[in-house]
C-alpha cells in the first residue's frame, strides 16, 4: 500500500472525525477548521473522488427531506483499507518525529 499525502490525510480524519455526517460541506468545514486552510468545492471533490478511485473512502447517497430541497447528498465513509492507510501514515510519522534530533529545526 502506498504512502498517504498530507493532503489525504487531511480528509480521511476529516471524515472520521464528521461520523456520519461527512458530506461535501461539512467536510470542506472540517478541513478548514482544523488546518486553517482555505479550499475551493472543486478541489474538495477531486480530492474525494481520487480517494474513493484509490479504495480508501466509501460512498452512499442518502435521500434527504425537505428542508434541504429534497435532493440526494453523497456521504461519505473511511474504507478499511483508508484506516489502515492513515494508521500506516501516523506511525511512519511519528517514527520521523522520534528520530529528528531536539534541536535540528532551531
Known amino acids: ?14 471524515i472520521l472525525c464528521l461520523k456520519e455526517d461527512a458530506f461535501g460541506v461539512k467536510i470542506r468545514e472540517k478541513v478548514i477548521e482544523l488546518t486553517g486552510k482555505t479550499m ?4 474538495l471533490y477531486n480530492n474525494l473522488d481520487q480517494l474513493v478511485r484509490k479504495g480508501y473512502v ?14 440526494s447528498r453523497v456521504y461519505y465513509s473511511v474504507s478499511k483499507q483508508g484506516k489502515t ?3 500506516e501514515s501516523k506511525h511512519l510519522q511519528e517514527s520521523l518525529w522520534k528520530a ?4 535540528a529545526l532551531i
Open 1 to 14: 500500500m502506498g504512502l498517504l499525502s498530507i493532503t489525504e490525510q487531511m480528509y480521511l480524519v476529516a
Open 40 to 43: 475551493v468545492f472543486g478541489t
Open 58 to 71: 466509501e460512498i452512499e447517497k442518502k435521500s434527504t427531506d425537505s428542508k434541504t430541497g429534497g435532493n
Open 85 to 87: 492507510a492513515l494508521n
Open 100 to 103: 529528528m534530533p531536539e534541536n
